[in-house]
T-cell receptor
Framework: SQELEQSPQSLIVQEGKNLTINCTSS?????LYWYKQKYGEGLIFLMM???GGEEKSHEKITAKLDEKKQQSSLHITASQPSHAGIYLC????????????WGLGTSLAVNP | DAGVTQSPTHLIKTRGQHVTLRCSPI?????VSWYQQVLGQGPQFIFQ???????GRGNFPDRFSARQFPNYSSELNVNALLLGDSALYLC????????????FGSGTRLTVV
């Protein structure tokens, strides 16, 4: 089984709608990274969370880390077609940011 | 300012052949990590190098090897290619071996036929 579970696996939303992607860990997290990937391309860094209860925002994307639940959520407000892609969460379990364990990703499509 | 550059962008090889993938990190970054991403899955960690030394190795066979040069660029070598090696190979650089915020290259798409 996966150490890091992402949900949903895929998501289709209408432009302008809000959405949330979850990333749940089976072990204690030292750090949690969120990346976005266009099909067949490299990963684009979105945010990194370390402290329990930490919340970061970038433009219309907000990510939170719930340390107690060992879960992070990524929330997109007023989605746009440019938000489409695959969202990946990566976990740092060793506390040294050396080797990230990744979820399987959430594929997001935004219909205009 | 150039980001992480990888070459080639696409590659087709035959089973049993050998392949070398190249990565140039962001200027000033001393750590390079390699990941394999099979279609539909998250990236799998292969290697991390820092200051020309291997700092981490994932669960990959000995057919996979890598090295880092004095200018911090890196090569990933795969011998005796199998069909299952077909994937997107991603390189990520960071300032140190324990630094936040990896920056990824666009990857090399390897197809083994």
């Amino acid at each position: 089984s996966q150490e890091l579970e992402q949900s949903p696996q895929s998501l289709i939303v209408q432009e302008g709608k809000n959405l949330t992607i979850n990333c749940t860990s089976s072990k204690t997290l030292y750090g949690l990274y969120w990346y976005k990937q266009k099909y067949g391309e490299g990963l684009i860094f979105l945010m990194m969370l370390q402290k329990g209860g930490e919340e970061k925002s970038h433009e219309k994307i907000t990510a939170k880390l719930d340390e107690k639940k060992q879960q992070s959520s990524l929330h997109i407000t007023a989605s746009q077609p440019s938000h489409a892609g695959i969202y990946l969460c990566g976990a740092d379990y060793a506390g040294n940011n050396r080797k990230l364990i990744w979820g399987l990703g959430t594929s997001l499509a935004v219909n205009p | 300012d150039a980001g992480v550059t990888q070459s080639p962008t696409h590659l087709i090889k035959t089973r049993g052949q050998h392949v070398t993938l190249r990565c140039s990190p962001i200027s000033g970054h001393k750590s390079v990590s390699w990941y394999q991403q099979v279609l539909g899955q998250g990236p799998q960690f292969i290697f991390q190098y820092y200051e020309k030394e291997e700092r981490g190795r994932g669960n990959f066979p000995d057919r996979f090897s890598a090295r880092q040069f004095p200018n911090y660029s890196s090569e990933l070598n795969v011998n005796a290619l199998l069909l299952g090696d077909s994937a997107l190979y991603l390189c990520a650089s960071s300032l140190s071996d324990s630094n936040y915020g990896y920056t990824f290259g666009s990857g090399t798409r390897l197809t083994v036929v």
